[in-house]
């Protein structure tokens, strides 16, 4: 219940976004909408993603993960309301802004939360929030479809957007009732009969809560010191330098190239299938379902080749297709036309799509998990930013073709990186919270924190 809970939460992110990318024609005459103006509105949660992706990551070290996820969504199902009930520009991006807010809260603590609930040998599982987010994806434009279905007209936007809103407010009641704290984190702030609780009612491990610690001198030790934005620097320091190093480019990159091209596939669809909603519409699920196939395959090849190395085959793939697109795109006859983007998105969902959240949760240990998760997050929402706003003034002034040409340096970056950075959870020996305990538990001088020095897990 409490994995399918936090992946509800991704699977609503991804609605969000979504929604917004199906309904944008039809917004866009309605309220004759100018390049610049689109380019703000979708723009504006991976805005506002960069900075509440950190701010999410410190709530949750501060708080827990559940109360974050909470706010989230009450935050998701007012931007949602305020959207879909909106009757001019502001209005909408005040929505949108709302959204931004839920989505960078929710991303980086949904990923810590899972990474913690989830057993090292299982922990390509992660993956799979990747085929979630386009279960979300197809989901909406088939709902759109049906609106479009019962001619709404071009009002259909307010009833994709308004969806977002009614999944949000159930999410909000159902994680509110069942959702679980995690109990690496209860454990890490020194709360261990709340620990032990958790893991009896989640996995049915009779733990027994030791004595608290006490400090020299007979005072009760205090518990480990609050992770906040002045510790980030923990994160480029030591072991831990390479891993956010590998885990910030594979977000950058597969950020920057999804939502430069994958999130206006309904735009590329009209390109390739004709001037027509419903053909564009469907050719856009019929990508996004290859995007559930390669979601699935990503938890396959991230156990078999690691998350680094498939990483590195998927941007790889993804470089190969851009070029391809960018030098037949308008020539090349209509099946190749369609293989192309098929092509990237298989690339992009089994490799870095997946690979750049899941890599993060699991480089780090539950006191900076989602510190870690949210300063990474934050880094991929940059790339999103620049992908939604420059990709419509690029393919204005220089057309479809060369954008993609230009886009193709950021896939070949990445894979460069994935070569360079060797360090991969997957096939680490152990958990960094398993290196850390042992650590902990072995006689001699006390451990330095995190990140002390080279080689410090």
Partial sequence: MSWYLAFGGLFLDAYANAALSAGLGPMTDQMHLSSTQISVLTATAPFLAIIFNPVGGWLASRVGRVPPLLIAKVFAVAGALLAAFSGDFSTVWLGRVLVGVAYGVDFAVAMALLAEYTPKASSGRLNLWQAVWYVATTGNLALALGFYHLDVGQDIWRWSLGSAGVIAAVLLVLQWLFLVESPAWLASKGRLAEAVRNLRRMYGIEAVAADAPRATGGDPASGPPAVGFRDAGVLFKGAYLPRTLLSSVISLGQGLQYFAVGW???????TIFGESFEKATIGSMVFNAVGIAGGLASA??????????????????????????????????????????????????????????????????????????????????????????????????????????????????????????????????????????????????????????????
Wanted: charged share 10%; net charge positive; with cysteine.
């Fill in 300 to 457: 396959f090849f991230g156990r078999r080749l690691g998350l680094r190395m498939s990483s590195a085959w998927g941007f790889g793939g993804v470089f190969v297709a851009l070029v391809v697109m960018g030098l037949t795109f308008g020539k090349a006859p209509l099946a190749v036309a369609f293989c192309l983007p098929v092509l990237f998105i298989l690339c992009h969902s089994a490799g870095p799509g997946a690979n750049g959240k899941s890599i993060a949760a699991l480089s780090y240990t539950s006191d900076v998990r989602a510190l870690g998760t949210g300063v990474t997050g934050m880094v991929g929402s940059f790339g999103s930013v620049i992908g939604l706003y420059v990709f419509p003034q690029i393919k204005e002034s220089l057309g479809l073709g060369t954008t993609f040409l230009v886009l193709s340096v950021v896939p070949l970056l990445g894979m460069l990186t994935c070569l360079a950075v060797k360090w991969d959870p997957i096939q680490a020996a152990a958990s960094p919270d398993e290196v850390a305990a042992t650590a902990a538990a072995a006689p001699g001088p006390a451990p330095r924190p995190v990140g002390a020095g080279e080689g410090q897990p």
């Fill in 264 to 270: 206006y596939l309904p735009v590329i669809s009209l």
